[in-house]
């Protein structure tokens, strides 16, 4: 298989978005000042703006989503309490185990089958203190979920998540690292969603093509403390005005063009499921597609290198599974042709033992 000379499809992650023209001519004249003293005027309007948009209090700037939630489950619990999460939630798999680290949390896993978290899969998992038990003091919710495939959590499942929570003393953390995409599915504003949960962590780098940065919102109380985590994790940031300003517009525009990475989602699973061998598992709703290849002859790794081969970057979660996440930096017509290759690379014949390469980054 000969090199492709094109720039890659690139269907890894909506993390490998690249910031826009616009971006980039806001991020050169954005007014800026020192963060730590509070006196960046590009920041401060940004943090203003997603609390207003979320409805919520406040607001504060974090480089990184996984910062944001780490923030929020110390914000939230005691040294050795427990949290319940979905069992392949991003707080649980992909973070390093900073709730154990920074937190000192036990994070107990809860399945929920189709991704969507719901009060009757968390109630047995919530525990009140005793002579045997740490009590628990957080739920994290995850939407939408990522390794569940995109999956949207309906609004009546967030609010009987909340009101059961809020009547035990629990609080409830939402990793919204795409809650723009939830909320373009449920064709309703995010404060609708951030309505059920006490903070809100969201990212600004993935599908809002923001080069850097996430938000935590919640209550100025929670948001005050927040500053001092913040700091402790190395995020107090100087003239950061200059991400925030690719920030605003990823914020205020990009959020609401996301129906187009749905529609080329779907798009590319419509293409896939043509495939004999290929399995989509999951419903298709946002701008992720996962797809088992168990009944093709290759394994995920296999395949992706051929891929890669033929121009298309798109990983394994496992030697099992694949995922493809649309974005604006990937066309329909990108999409499309990543679909054709995919078709290629499970048809081939060549039993060519395949570099190995990594499984999925998030
Ligand atoms: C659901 C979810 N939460 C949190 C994060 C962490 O975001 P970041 O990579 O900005 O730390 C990711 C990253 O992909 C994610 O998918």
């Given at each position: 298989m000969t090199e492709n000379p094109n720039p890659p499809i690139d269907l890894?992650?909506?993390?490998?978005t690249r910031p826009t023209q616009a971006m980039r001519q806001a991020m050169a004249a954005a007014e800026v000042g020192d963060d730590v003293y509070g006196e960046d005027p590009t920041i401060r309007k940004l943090e203003w703006r997603a609390a207003e948009i979320f409805g919520k209090e406040s607001a504060i700037f974090v480089p990184s989503g996984v910062m944001g939630n780490t923030i929020a489950i110390k914000l939230h619990t005691q040294h050795g309490e427990e949290i319940v999460c979905e069992a392949h939630a991003h707080v649980l798999d992909w973070e390093l185990s900073m709730s154990a680290w920074f937190s000192g949390v036990f994070a107990r896993p809860v399945e929920a089958p189709d991704g969507v978290l719901r009060w009757q899969n968390i109630r047995p998992a919530v525990r009140t203190a005793s002579p045997h038990n740490a009590r628990t003091s957080l739920i994290c919710v995850e939407n939408t979920h990522n390794m569940a495939g995109g999956i949207v959590t309906p609004l009546a499942v967030a609010e009987e998540i909340y009101g059961e929570a809020q009547a035990r003393g629990l609080k409830v953390h939402l990793d919204g690292a795409r809650v723009f995409h939830a909320a373009t599915f449920l064709r309703q504003p995010v404060a609708a969603i951030a309505r059920y949960a006490d903070t809100v962590m969201f990212c600004?780098?993935?599908?809002?093509?923001?080069p850097v940065g996430s938000l935590l919102v919640g209550s100025a109380e929670d948001i005050t403390r927040a500053h001092a985590y913040r700091k402790r994790l190395g995020g107090g940031m100087r003239q950061a005005g200059v991400l925030a300003a690719a920030g605003l517009i990823a914020l205020e525009q990009m959020s609401l063009r996301l129906q187009e990475d749905h529609s080329d989602a779907q798009a590319f699973a419509d293409a896939i499921t043509?495939?004999?061998?290929i399995r989509i598992t999951?419903?298709?709703?946002?701008?992720i597609v996962i797809f088992d290849?168990?009944?093709?002859?290759?394994s995920s790794s296999t395949i992706s290198s051929r891929l890669r081969a033929m121009g298309v970057l798109l990983n394994g979660i496992d030697e099992q599974r694949m995922r493809a996440v649309t974005h604006f930096d990937v066309s329909r017509e990108q999409c499309l042709a990543a679909a054709a290759a995919l078709r290629r690379a499970v048809s081939a014949?060549?039993?060519q033992p395949a570099p190995q390469l990594g499984f999925t980054q998030l």
């Open positions: 890894r992650s909506d993390t490998v600004l780098s993935k599908g809002l093509g923001a043509e495939i004999p061998g999951h419903e298709v709703q946002t701008n290849v168990t009944q093709t002859a290759f014949t060549d039993s």
